[in-house]
């Protein structure tokens, strides 16, 4: 066990040298610092601040870490600001100001409605599939959540990567996802005919998303969501939205598909973009602030805070209820489930501290400008986990020799929708760019780090 450990520390600070020593050069300092800012603009790419005289590689590490930090915050605030009839935000009003708001990127095109029956051919501003059984209560406008996983399949719906299983909140309630792509990642499948397995086999490039410039409009960007279910009275901590929430039938264990509206509440937000600086995409991930304890958190004396959270309870000891245990079969998301996930965040960050630190910084500038707009914002309830970027990429292009980039920081999980993944071994656990680099199209060629494309029929 001794030798294993030390197997997996050396080969973190393997990484972690090789990270400190690959940082472009392309990455030029721009005129002025780049800062968090009140804006609808959705940045096409991260901005490069001057670095401190003479640094030492741990300072260029958090000084790039932090600029990659402000383009996620950016780019949080800019999808989730209120859009206008065009669908882009509204520069009349701002995030929050009434408490909570419609979203940019909630109008986005759910991947359901891009990979149709049949390999039909998918419209950005087409019909929404609406289930038999949901057609009772829809009204238009409404969403579906019928996701309890990010895969698309009935079996492994009720997976999170790596088939490890669905997630069960404290009120027993499985939580559900979404996957949504913008107009650029819609509109470049369509011209490509990557909605169709007959279009797929057609193609006869490499699948390569546009990219965002800094000066330019944004790249191909898809946005992964959670949910749980939630009270009224909880509307003032959340972003909220009534949804539709359909449970295809199943076998195994047998019940039949059932719909029904409720209030979700938004408890992770996942953000990948294609731009220049990163070919690999930039991997931004988001989550609401109640969701779990941190590993420091259970190993201190300190009282946890809040005292209550989404997704564990402080009152059950590790004895009765361990930390991220995948729920035990039989898995059935039309019931309230008597097994409640007991989920702790695990320290992803040893060795990468700079990534912790940023992250610190950051979110306590935006939480000023979130609060300065409106003290009841729902927005305020929500961190930066970190962002995840190539420290050795060309210009939209991976360099020579490295196709991954080598990312940084080493890993980096969401935990609602990595619970069963996090952690520091290579290979095994969440590394948003190394999972991605797997990623094919339904003919096995690879898909430029997106799985969305295996939904084509």
Not at 62 to 83: C, E, H, V
Not at 121 to 144: D, E, F, H, L
Not at 436 to 452: E, G, L, P, V, W
Request: glycine share 8%.
């Amino acid at each position: 066990m001794k030798k294993t450990i030390t197997i997996i520390l050396l080969t973190i600070i393997a990484a972690t040298l090789v990270i400190m020593t690959s940082i472009p050069t392309t990455m030029a300092p721009a005129d002025s610092n780049p800062a968090i800012v009140l804006s609808p603009n959705i940045p096409g790419d991260a901005t490069f601040g001057p670095l401190p005289p003479n640094p030492t590689n741990e300072q260029k590490l958090l000084a790039i870490q932090g600029d990659f930090d402000i383009y996620s915050w950016n780019t949080f605030i800019a999808l989730n600001w209120p859009p206008g009839p065009d669908g882009n935000g509204d520069p009349t009003r701002k995030i929050g100001q009434n408490g909570d708001n419609d979203t940019v990127w909630e109008h986005y095109r759910d991947v359901a409605d891009v990979f149709l029956p049949g390999g039909a051919t998918p419209s950005w501003n087409g019909p929404v599939s609406v289930p038999t059984q949901c057609k009772a209560s829809y009204k238009p406008g409404m969403r579906i959540l019928s996701q309890v996983g990010k895969t698309p399949t009935v079996l492994t719906d009720f997976s999170q990567p790596f088939n490890t299983g669905p997630l069960i909140d404290q009120n027993g309630n499985y939580t559900r996802y979404e996957i949504l792509v913008n107009k650029p990642m819609f509109d470049y499948i369509l011209a490509n005919k990557l909605y169709s397995k007959a279009g797929q086999q057609a193609f006869k490039g490499e699948v390569q998303f546009p990219c965002g410039g800094p000066n330019g409009p944004e790249g191909a960007i898809m946005v992964k969501s959670s949910w749980k279910v939630i009270s009224p009275a909880d509307r003032a901590r959340f972003h909220t939205q009534t949804v539709l929430v359909y449970s295809p039938a199943s076998q195994n264990p047998k019940y039949p598909a059932s719909c029904s509206t409720k209030l979700m509440g938004l408890v992770g937000l996942h953000i990948g973009h294609k731009t220049d600086s990163g070919a690999q995409w930039l991997w931004s991930t988001f989550e609401h602030v109640d969701n779990a304890p941190s590993e420091a958190d259970i190993g201190s004396n300190n009282t946890l805070k809040p005292k209550t959270y989404n997704y564990y309870n402080p009152k059950c000891s590790t004895a009765n209820c361990p930390p991220n245990k995948v729920p035990p079969r039989p898995w059935n998301p039309t019931k309230v489930s008597a097994f409640h996930s007991q989920v702790v965040r695990m320290n992803m960050f040893k060795g990468n501290e700079f990534a912790f630190q940023s992250a610190a910084a950051r979110n306590a500038d935006a939480l000023q400008l979130l609060l300065g707009v409106n003290s009841k914002s729902v927005w305020r309830n929500y961190e930066l986990i970190s962002t995840m970027w190539p420290t050795n990429t060309g210009k939209c292009q991976a360099a020579p020799g490295d196709p991954l980039g080598t990312p940084a920081p080493n890993f980096l999980a969401n935990t609602t929708l990595e619970t069963y993944i996090q952690g520091m071994v290579p290979n095994v656990s969440s590394n948003c760019i190394e999972c991605h680099n797997n990623a094919t199209m339904t003919n096995a060629r690879a898909s430029d780090f997106t799985y969305i494309l295996q939904r084509a029929q």
